[in-house]
């Protein structure tokens, strides 16, 4: 199935305006705006410190801006009660820490915790969310499992299922890669397009691979000093210009074989002379 076979666009529309956002003195991200599209996979991409995980935590209400707003279908989402906000907008930070011992289910349970309140306890509801997301992301075999006892893989795979229980239309991902192994990373990438493309969930991650973002982003966002560089499909954003300018680096841009989307090919200093490198070979 192609991207553009994804579910239907639906949920709620997140979008950022105005932006400025700063820790103590320091401005990260300035007069930012984004739309992100609805039921689509959005990777934002840029060099360290350009502010993508600063505008992510902006996104999730994890940090007040200086300046401008970020809204949940129109309406700021600092007027939206948290606990209605949890039920619509989720998120994953990066390295997330279980506490010691915690089981995989039990964690998992922890996303049901804004559908209930003091008259409304754990239900049937609950039970079978948290089964459905055990096996969506293939975890129902460590269900038992301690967290802290499960490999790296493993344990993203563990927090994934938590923020499918919760069952938010958008979901929010900062670096959901980080320190796994190729094939893991892999893995986690190929379970968030699933849940994408089956649920129809708005998805908005930070990338640091800029092959992966292609072969998985419908809509990519290159940001540079805090601003939005580039955005619209990989075909369209990621030349060798865009990475030229947004990461410093030489490159040569071709199509990647197994998912036709641009594949970027560094050069570095000992490869600079090579001025008319050979295109990527397809077959």
Known sequence: MSKTDSAEARGPELRAEG?????DDRVVVEDLDLVVPTGRITVIVGANACGKSTLLRALARLLNPRAGAV?????????????????????????????EGLTVIDLVGRG????????????SADE???HEALRATDMADLAHRAVDELSGGQRQRAWIAMAVAQGTPVMLLDEPTTYLDLAHQIDVLDLITDLNRHQGRTVVMVLHDLNQACRYAD?????KGG????EGA????VTAAMVQEVFGLRCVVGTDPVSGTPMVIPMGRHHEGIEDAAPVATG
């Open 19 to 23: 932006l400025k956002l700063a820790y």
């Open 71 to 99: 809204a949940l279908d129109g309406r700021s989402i600092h007027s939206i009660p948290t606990r209605s906000l949890a039920q619509r907008l989720g998120i994953l930070p990066q390295s997330p820490v279980a506490p």
């Open 112 to 123: 049901r915790s804004p559908h209930q309140t003091w008259w409304r306890q754990w239900s």
């Open 128 to 130: 079978e969310a948290v």
């Open 219 to 223: 809509h990519i966002v290159a940001m």
């Open 227 to 230: 601003r939005i560089s580039g």
């Open 234 to 237: 990989p075909a369209e954003v």
